[in-house]
């Protein structure tokens, strides 16, 4: 008889273990076994939660956009003024959990993931869409044209947090500065 209440903590677990397994491996190539192992169950418990590989990743990266969405909205409720809540998106975009290196791992196979699977492919839409809109709102409130500005923003912060992200060296402050100094020099072009 399954123990009641042990199915969100074993979830949890596996969801844990993704996150880990693709950043020791730095790549999509991990089993099902390698995950189950590192969760502490059997191969036949991962399945029955999440029914293959791809589902895991999936619930892995569902996790991570979570968390990440708690840390943008964090951040929204500090700031003052359109301009400060732009930077603080920003700033979200490059804080200290998001270039935790088990999680970038996580992000760069979720790239490669969203080629291929349908399911990874609408939650990465989702991810983009709820960005630029984010960005537009305050945009609005500071520009007549928000839209071609969101648009490079939002390239900006993926190229520039892949750039860092791919850099053992790279600085996430940095990182974060020059997305800001962009936004300032696009602010000034529209004036």
Same mark, same amino acid.
């Given at each position: 008889?399954?123990?009641?209440?042990?199915?969100?903590? !074993?979830?949890? &677990?596996?969801?844990?273990? *993704?996150? /880990?397994?693709?950043?020791? $491996?730095?790549?999509? /190539? *991990?089993?099902? &076994? =390698?995950?189950? !192992?590192? #969760?502490?169950?059997?191969?036949?418990? &991962?399945?029955?939660?999440?029914?293959?590989?791809? +589902?895991?990743l999936i619930a892995a990266m569902r996790f991570i956009l979570a968390e990440f969405s708690a840390h943008v909205r964090?951040?929204?409720?500090?700031? =003052? /003024?359109?301009?400060?809540?732009l930077d603080a998106i920003i700033r979200a975009n490059f804080a200290a959990h998001v270039f935790d290196p088990r999680?970038?791992? &996580?992000?760069?196979?979720?790239? #490669?993931? @969203? =080629?291929?699977?349908? %399911?990874?492919? %609408?939650?990465? +839409?989702?991810? +983009?869409?709820?960005?630029?809109?984010?960005?537009?709102?305050?945009?609005? +409130?500071? $520009?007549?044209?928000? *839209?071609?500005?969101?648009?490079?923003? @939002?390239?900006?912060?993926?190229?520039?947090?892949? !750039?860092?992200?791919?850099?053992? $060296?790279?600085?996430?402050? $940095? #990182?974060?500065?020059?997305?800001?100094? @962009?936004?300032?020099?696009?602010?000034r072009a529209q004036r």
């Amino acid at each position: 008889m399954p123990k009641l209440g042990m199915e969100p903590k !074993r979830r949890a &677990a596996l969801v844990s273990a *993704v996150i /880990d397994e693709i950043g020791e $491996t730095r790549s999509l /190539d *991990v089993t099902v &076994a =390698q995950i189950a !192992r590192r #969760a502490g169950m059997s191969s036949g418990l &991962a399945h029955h939660y999440f029914g293959s590989k791809e +589902q895991m990743l999936i619930a892995a990266m569902r996790f991570i956009l979570a968390e990440f969405s708690a840390h943008v909205r964090t951040e929204l409720a500090s700031a =003052q /003024d359109p301009r400060a809540r732009l930077d603080a998106i920003i700033r979200a975009n490059f804080a200290a959990h998001v270039f935790d290196p088990r999680k970038t791992s &996580a992000w760069l196979s979720f790239y #490669a993931l @969203a =080629q291929s699977n349908p %399911h990874a492919a %609408h939650l990465m +839409q989702l991810y +983009q869409k709820r960005l630029r809109s984010n960005l537009l709102f305050d945009l609005r +409130q500071l $520009t007549a044209r928000p *839209v071609p500005i969101a648009e490079s923003l @939002a390239a900006l912060i993926d190229g520039v947090y892949l !750039r860092a992200a791919l850099n053992e $060296t790279g600085n996430r402050e $940095t #990182a974060a500065a020059q997305v800001s100094d @962009a936004l300032d020099m696009f602010l000034r072009a529209q004036r």
